[in-house]
């Protein structure tokens, strides 16, 4: 399955703007061949958390926010998933959503792990650690940002046949390393394919570094985004089963598991 992942350019934005993106990249996506498109954390209303943009994107996974970017992969053909901020009642959640190419709900998961004191004093975390949905015959699993530096977040996936893992991201500078060092490790570690994306650019005093990754279980990076660009860009991977068998055969690290020696 070919995939694309955008990584795009943070700065004040509103909810149309920030539609008005992924539409044009998920038709550039679409024209390409892609399958799949995956967006950044936070994608409806954008980075960085500003409380206007916030109170405007925020709302339920069958609110007008989600109506419109189903709305945007029905149009262009292609699945997507994409980040926004759940409301639920009286609990917000750092949400991603997966939308088949028919615009159809596929899955929801609300980010487990929250960085630092703004996201923890913002949002509610998500209480379940594995989300799955079937697409193009791969079993489709995701995260968020901090979570995938969690090798037991990863290897969870692992354990319930997660082939591909969507990991929409909000990455800053200086922690490049994640996204070249961590990012490639969990995939071969756990034997999967991870797609991670991220914004680029500085506003209001934070710098996101790009580098956008797309990981292989082979322990290959398929593409790695610049730190810094003058643009939305798309990067291409292809999720492949034959190179999912391939690596879990020649490193069967799931299989010489010996997980009685690890409980406490």
């Known amino acids: 399955?070919?995939?694309?992942?955008?990584?795009?350019?943070?700065g004040a934005?509103?909810?149309?703007?920030?539609?008005?993106?992924?539409?044009?990249?998920?038709g550039k996506a679409a024209a390409e061949g892609a399958?799949?498109?995956?967006?950044?954390?936070?994608?409806?209303?954008g980075y960085p958390l500003q409380y206007a943009a916030l109170a405007q994107s925020a709302g339920p996974a069958e609110g007008p926010q989600c109506a419109a970017v189903s709305e945007i992969a029905r149009e262009a053909g292609i699945a997507v998933a994409h980040g926004w901020p759940e409301r639920d009642g009286t609990h917000l959640y750092n949400a991603v959503r997966l939308v088949g190419r028919d615009g159809r709900p596929l899955a929801v998961y609300r980010k487990a792990h929250l960085y630092g004191r703004a996201e923890q004093e913002l949002f509610t975390p998500g209480g379940s650690g594995v989300v799955q949905a079937s697409l193009g015959g791969l079993t489709v699993g995701m995260l968020i940002c901090y979570d995938v530096e969690f090798p037991e977040a990863v290897r969870a996936h692992a354990l319930a046949g997660t082939d591909l893992l969507l990991v929409p991201t909000g990455l800053m500078s200086p922690w490049d390393f994640v996204a070249q060092t961590i990012v490639p490790a969990r995939a071969f570690e756990s034997q999967l394919y991870?797609?991670?994306?991220?914004?680029?650019?500085?506003?209001?005093?934070?710098?996101?570094?790009?580098?956008?990754?797309?990981?292989?279980?082979?322990?290959?990076?398929e593409c790695l985004?610049?730190?810094?660009?003058?643009?939305?860009?798309?990067?291409?991977?292809?999720?492949?089963?034959?190179t999912l068998a391939s690596a879990r055969r020649t490193t069967p690290y799931l299989r010489d598991r010996r997980p009685e020696l690890y409980e406490s």
């Not at 149309?16 to 539409?23: A, G, K, M, N, Y």
């Not at 991870?194 to 290959?220: K, M, Q, V």
């Open 194 to 221: 991870i797609a991670y994306a991220n914004w680029s650019g500085e506003h209001g005093g934070l710098r996101f570094c790009g580098r956008t990754t797309i990981a292989a279980p082979d322990g290959t990076v």
């Open 35 to 45: 399958e799949l498109l995956i967006a950044p954390e936070m994608t409806v209303g």
């Open 225 to 242: 985004g610049p730190t810094a660009s003058g643009g939305d860009q798309l990067l291409f991977g292809e999720a492949d089963p034959a």
């Open 13 to 26: 934005t509103d909810v149309e703007q920030t539609l008005d993106r992924l539409r044009d990249a998920a």
């Open 1 to 10: 399955m070919k995939i694309a992942c955008l990584q795009t350019v943070c």
